[in-house]
Nanobody, 120 residues
């Protein structure tokens, strides 16, 4: 089992910045991809950005150039630096982690979510 705890959400004005953190604990030895997803009210959950244990990143077009995902493997922590925030970035942001074991079993874990609200 892996537990994910997010922090860093809050209320910010448009154009501002926030930094989200997600700490993984438990059986973290096989942590593979970690990432952030978000879900706005009345909408489906969508990918924001992901990062592999080797540092390869992927992000949604809507956040490219504004959001940066990073990872500290020694601390089992993934970060999302969000700059130039827009009102449409308002959502609950969820941390995600994929574990791939030595026997190639794949497990996906989710954090409880942290609210990000961007006011105009």
């Amino acid at each position: 089992q892996v537990q994910l705890v997010e922090s860093g959400g809050g209320l910010v004005q448009a154009g501002g910045s926030l930094r989200l953190s997600c700490l993984a604990s438990g059986r973290t030895f096989y942590l593979n991809v970690m990432g952030w997803y978000r879900q706005a009210a009345g909408k489906q959950r969508e990918l924001v950005a992901t990062i592999t244990s080797g540092g390869n990143t992927n992000s949604a077009d809507s956040v490219k150039g504004r959001f940066t995902i990073s990872r500290d493997n020694a601390k089992n922590t993934v970060y999302l630096q969000m700059n130039s925030l827009k009102t449409e970035d308002t959502a609950v942001y969820y941390c995600n982690a994929v574990v791939v074991t030595g026997t190639n079993m794949r497990y996906t874990y989710w954090g409880q979510g942290t609210q990000v609200t961007v006011s105009s």
